[in-house]
């Protein structure tokens, strides 16, 4: 069970994080917050009623609340002493030097953390990073505990890194096809980020991705069948909120699977009819809303059908309250994607964006580019009339609905003993890794060339793609093979030839070749014109076996059709790599199948493998 013991009453202090204060020294500095939400002195005290919620916003100055309905990110791994490149980069970008001075001039009700803004060096660097946070906003006046979140999709969006668990991302999942291991995935997930302080994971990706081309979404999906994708949805939601844990987010509403535009450079266009958007991209987020979820992000796409303003989904009312709080029926928080992300700047300036977000359903605003523009625009669109003081009120009472329901109020704090007691623990290493296992993807195997033997083909030779880490702790994934097989009994060693190899590299490789008795090769976005297609193929002339395993996009492998044996791994992370080696060395079965579709390279209108495609070792 997770740590959440916010009390002085068995709590567990050690060096390198400050003690959290004790309840008594909470309730004092919040200003009689929690007496005006009657909670108990128990540990779990039941969730606040909205009238007191309503109370408690009743006593908010204005500038109080148009900060309930902010996300922002800030540089650095203290909340009070961070390094002089992040008070630089703070200063720069937001116009203070710390998390702390960012509460207290803002008042946001939400603060994300990020791997690029050094938020997330370590474990215990995190969960101190987190109580600096809760000090510096309960102790202002009419303080409220913050609401911190993150991306911790796994596989290839993660945000804390090592030694926390890393499961498969969602395709993996997809392939593996069990919602118990997505449910497991969710609610360890979800007991390890608490552990650390955060209370909001934007997670699980609920876009159904039926367009191979798709450039931010991807893996990222569950897969191509929207049932499919539906229940997994709800059975990762059922684990990342089981007890109260954590609450999760469903993304990106209305549906992100079948962009060819990236919407952080972009403004993608979805051109679904009504019908095959309530037959594809529906049922996820109803499935989502069925289960519960505590929050859903938007998408900051163009729906036409949906609504023909021109408007992305971000900033329409016909799509947030009209389709999803009247026709889903859901009365959860709304979240903007990020603020920052080119698809909702396209059209109106970034003072504008706020302010129309808020007009649209939404509750929390993310990550706006420019906090003190966003922030005064909210402010001035209510002392002009624009928007009603009732209108925050609504958005804050569910902010505040989602705090009490984390038990926030009541436990804002984490102790170095609960972070010690629940993050990467072996027990879930050891569920990581045999989940894992269950998603891994044999796609060919001509001549059962499959289970390499370490008899008969001992020196293995790594070559591939080596992107860099999604966690920015694991890989490469040439080394990570290389190393898992190794450990395996082969005697393996690793060369990087990168996403583009020069005819150079290729020489290299080719000349290594000759010194294996096998060759692995990772691909990584296989196209048609790309050197890696040349890479394989002056591999399998050297007439060494060659497996492929793709580490990204199970489509590369319409692009390499004379490989004998192909793999997919969904993800270069090190928990799917080394589950790919164990099935490679036949430590293990492979017994993922392919939760897309992949189209033939030379007539993209015909099917290469169906969905449900993957084969199995014999028994042997």
């Not at 002493?81 to 939400?110: C, F, S």
């Not at 309530?278 to 992000?297: K, N, Q, T, Y």
């Not at 609504?394 to 704090?413: H, N, T, W």
């Not at 990570?480 to 060693?493: D, I, N, P, S």
């Amino acid at each position: 069970m997770p740590d959440t013991s916010t009390g002085s009453r068995g709590r567990t202090q050690g060096a390198g994080l400050p003690a959290a204060p004790s309840r008594r020294t909470v309730l004092a500095a919040t200003a009689g917050v929690t007496t005006a939400l009657a909670l108990t002195g128990q540990a779990h005290a039941a969730t606040p009623d909205d009238r007191k919620l309503r109370a408690l916003i009743a006593r908010m100055t204005l500038p109080e609340k148009v900060g309930q309905l902010f996300v922002m990110r800030v540089y650095g791994h203290s909340a009070t002493a961070p390094d002089q490149a992040d008070i630089d980069a703070n200063l720069k970008e937001i116009g203070v030097r710390t998390a702390a001075e960012l509460v207290a001039r803002y008042r946001v009700g939400g603060i994300i953390y990020f791997t690029w803004a050094h938020n997330t060096r370590d474990p215990h660097q995190i969960a101190d990073l987190s109580n600096g946070i809760q000090r510096a906003s309960l102790t202002q006046p009419r303080g409220l505990p913050v609401l911190i979140s993150t991306d911790q999709e796994h596989g290839i969006v993660c945000r804390v890194g090592e030694p926390a668990t890393l499961f498969p991302g969602a395709m993996a999942i997809g392939a593996g096809g069990s919602r118990g291991d997505a449910r497991t995935l969710g609610r360890i997930a979800g007991q390890e980020l608490r552990a650390l302080g955060i209370r909001q994971n934007y997670s699980p990706v609920a876009d159904v991705n039926v367009n191979p081309a798709n450039p931010v979404i991807g893996v990222r999906s569950f897969g191509a069948e929207p049932a499919a994708v539906a229940g997994m949805v709800a059975a990762e939601v059922a684990g990342y909120q089981h007890a109260r844990q954590l609450a999760a987010t469903a993304k990106h509403f209305p549906g992100h699977g079948d962009t060819a535009v990236d919407s952080h450079y972009g403004f993608p266009v979805i051109t679904h009819t009504r019908a095959q958007w309530d037959e594809l991209d529906a049922p996820p987020f109803r499935a989502a809303v069925r289960a519960g979820i505590d929050s859903i992000m938007t998408a900051h796409i163009m729906v036409p059908a949906l609504d023909d303003s021109g408007d992305p989904a971000t900033l329409s009312r016909p799509i947030l309250t009209g389709i999803l709080r009247e026709e889903l029926g859901y009365d959860g928080l709304v979240v903007t994607d990020s603020l920052g992300m080119e698809g909702v700047r396209t059209k109106y300036g970034d003072d504008r964006v706020p302010v129309l977000a808020l007009k649209a359903g939404v509750d929390q605003l993310l990550n706006p580019p420019n906090l003190d523009v966003a922030w005064n625009a909210v402010l001035k669109a209510v002392q002009d009339g624009e928007l009603t003081e009732a209108r925050l009120d609504e958005s804050i009472l569910r902010v505040l609905r989602l705090k009490a329901k984390l038990r926030l109020f009541d436990e804002p704090y984490v102790s170095q003993g609960g972070v010690d007691r629940n993050v990467g623990t072996p027990a879930h290493l050891r569920a990581a890794d045999r989940i894992a296992e269950r998603t891994t993807t044999l796609l060919v195997n001509e001549g059962s060339l499959l289970p390499l033997s370490r008899r008969t083909h001992p020196r293995v030779l790594v070559v591939g793609a080596d992107p860099a880490s999604p966690s920015g702790t694991t890989g490469p994934p040439t080394g990570v093979l290389a190393a898992a097989l190794t450990e395996l009994g082969f005697t393996a060693t690793a060369l990087s030839t990168g996403t583009a190899p020069s005819a150079a590299t290729i020489a290299k490789a080719v000349a290594a070749a000759g010194e294996a008795d096998a060759v692995v090769v990772g691909t990584y976005n296989v196209t048609a014109g790309s050197s890696q297609r040349t890479l394989v193929a002056e591999l399998l002339a050297t007439g060494r076996p060659v497996v492929a395993v793709a580490i990204r996009n199970p489509y590369d492998v319409a692009q390499l059709p004379d490989v004998r044996a192909f793999l997919a791994s969904y993800s270069w992370t090190d928990v799917e790599l080394r589950a790919a080696a164990r099935v490679i060395a036949g430590r293990a079965k492979p017994c993922g199948r392919l939760p897309v579709p992949v189209q033939r390279a030379d007539d993209p209108t015909r099917v290469l493998y169906p969905v449900g495609h993957g084969l199995s070792y014999r028994d042997r």
